[in-house]
């Protein structure tokens, strides 16, 4: 069966739960459970959850955690559907469509252990769809073009490469990705997934960006090629927040470059 278990983890974000909430709920074809991991310090979102009417497939926890990978194993350990979707709070499924979508790769082949899909973000300051087919050659280029928010994992892969290191603060997504990466997948040529630009990810992207590297080392040694990309990627963030970048970036989209 391919049954697909949602997890969404949240801290004292409640507007935010409840975007990501609504893109769940609005799904032609309704997921398996979608379990809500809350580690706030605050109330609201315990309190939401229990004085509002909810879908029988949703359920939460209210506890404190050690953080985002702590969070996210958490969720993993309850769920008991087939295949995993980690969908942080203020992150929202594209559009009704893609648990359909999703569902349909995995029924179509019964090999494939994941796949992933292109991403809504805000980039240079517009809204672009990113996401090319996952190449284990170029993981020194970090998650570059791979997102966990459009990623759906077989939950059989967490019980071969184990769940996510709660040493990782921020890139744990790419450590699991590394791990993984020889494992068969799909792409998905559609958007399944908006990101959410006010993320820890987005406003600490430079330190996100080191931590990935870190892991690329760990399991793959020091590289040239990863230590160029690196400077390229710092040159381009600073770059993009510039008038100047945004103007260049919005040439490249017209040229339909935004994705290379």
Not at 92 to 104: A, S
Not at 214 to 243: C, D, E, F, I, V
């Amino acid at each position: 069966m391919n049954r697909i278990s949602i997890i969404t983890i949240c801290f004292n974000n409640l507007e935010e739960l409840k975007n990501t909430s609504a893109s769940v709920d609005m799904q032609v074809l309704k997921p398996f459970e979608h379990i809500i991991i809350d580690g706030s310090t605050k109330q609201d979102i315990k309190l939401f959850l229990e004085n509002n009417p909810q879908p029988a497939y949703r359920k939460w926890i209210c506890e404190p955690d050690n953080g985002i990978a702590d969070a996210f194993n958490k969720g993993i350990r309850q769920a008991k559907g087939d295949i995993i979707l980690l969908m942080n709070s203020g992150d929202k499924i594209y559009d009704e469509t893609v648990l359909e979508k999703v569902t349909g790769v995995f029924a179509k082949d019964p090999s494939v252990m994941w796949c992933h899909g292109k991403q809504n973000l805000l980039r240079g300051g517009i809204w672009v769809f990113i996401g090319k087919p996952f190449e284990r050659s170029k993981l020194y280029r970090g998650m570059r073009g791979t997102f966990h928010q459009t990623m759906y994992v077989r939950k059989g892969l967490y019980d071969k490469y184990g769940l996510y290191d709660n040493d990782i603060k921020m890139a744990m997504d790419y450590d699991f990705l590394c791990r993984i990466a020889n494992e068969k997948f799909v792409f998905i040529d559609y958007p399944l997934a908006t990101f959410d630009p006010t993320g820890i990810s987005t406003n600490r992207y430079l330190d996100a960006m080191d931590e990935a590297y870190a892991q690329y080392r760990k399991y793959y040694g020091w590289s040239l090629k990863q230590a160029l990309w690196s400077m390229r990627l710092t040159t381009l963030h600073y770059l993009l927040r510039s008038p100047f970048g945004k103007m260049l970036y919005r040439i490249k989209v017209k040229l339909g470059k935004e994705n290379m």
